[in-house]
């Protein structure tokens, strides 16, 4: 008796489910329909279309930035690295090893004095080039493949009595090696960094040109050897400082 009773209460408690127009008891997650499914997926493939071209286009404009970045730091240790033998003296004629620009070409100030220097045809693995058709290949990672190709020219400028410079103009070009040497045709122009999804100006022209003057300095002939370098280069005959009389 008491065991019916109590089971008639229970069951009075228990939510009555109609059939016939609650399909599963209310409070039931039912999920994504189908058609909700395939809206969510083509919303998604839309966004992604939108979208991958603006990731490719950001990925590529990165890249081109660091290659330029590290092509602009291998000319200026090119340029720290001659001043440094310049300045130290041990050097001659020969051992500074660096191509001379056409005979022409008295100062690498004037943009068209910079051109009249071709760009390089090919690419000399083992040391620097005396000549400005070749340029010397550089591997920046160590991982066996060359990374960049660096031409360095120089004018005449002025020279000790036995011809070893002491005062010119040094230009320095970095290419990327693989444009090199391959049949294209190269510019001297420094390429532009813009937004890009390919190997944009970098593909014709170099990635980084430093154009600077090396005065040896230190010593009691540098302020004469100056002085002979500005009248040579700009074709004047400025009086001679009585130091170097």
């Known amino acids: 008796m008491f065991s019916k009773s109590w089971q008639l209460r229970l069951s009075s408690l228990r939510p009555t489910v109609n059939r016939a127009t609650d399909a599963y008891p209310k409070g039931d997650n039912r999920g994504l329909t189908l058609i909700e499914g395939l809206v969510a997926i083509a919303?998604?493939?839309?966004?992604?279309?939108?979208?991958?071209?603006?990731?490719?286009?950001?990925?590529?404009?990165?890249?081109?930035?660091?290659?330029?970045?590290?092509?602009?730091?291998?000319?200026?240790?090119?340029?720290?690295?001659i001043k440094l033998i310049v300045d130290r003296g041990d050097y001659d004629a020969n051992t500074l090893n660096i191509a001379p620009t056409p005979a022409a070409v008295q100062s690498l100030k004037d943009p068209a004095d910079q051109i009249a220097?071709?760009?390089?045809?090919?690419?000399?693995?083992?040391?620097?080039?005396?000549?400005?058709?070749?340029?010397?290949?550089?591997?920046?990672?160590?991982?066996?493949d060359d990374d960049f190709a660096v031409q360095i020219f120089k004018t005449v400028?002025?020279?000790?009595?036995?011809?070893?410079p002491v005062a010119f103009d040094l230009g320095v070009r970095v290419y990327r090696a693989d444009v090199v040497g391959v049949g294209k045709t190269l510019g001297v122009d420094q390429a532009s960094l813009r937004l890009t999804n390919d190997e944009g100006e970098s593909a014709t022209r170099p990635l980084a040109n430093i154009y600077t003057s090396i005065i040896k300095s230190g010593t009691e002939r540098s302020l004469c050897d100056y002085h002979n370098f500005i009248n040579s280069v700009n074709g004047t005959t400025v009086s001679t400082p009585s130091e170097c009389d």
């Open 43 to 81: 919303v998604i493939g839309i966004s992604l279309s939108v979208m991958s071209p603006m990731i490719i286009l950001s990925v590529a404009s990165r890249v081109q930035s660091q290659r330029a970045e590290q092509a602009f730091q291998v000319a200026q240790a090119e340029v720290d690295r």
């Open 157 to 164: 400028g002025s020279t000790t009595s036995t011809g070893v």
């Open 117 to 144: 220097v071709p760009a390089p045809k090919n690419i000399n693995n083992t040391q620097y080039s005396t000549t400005a058709d070749s340029a010397r290949s550089i591997d920046v990672n160590n991982d066996g």
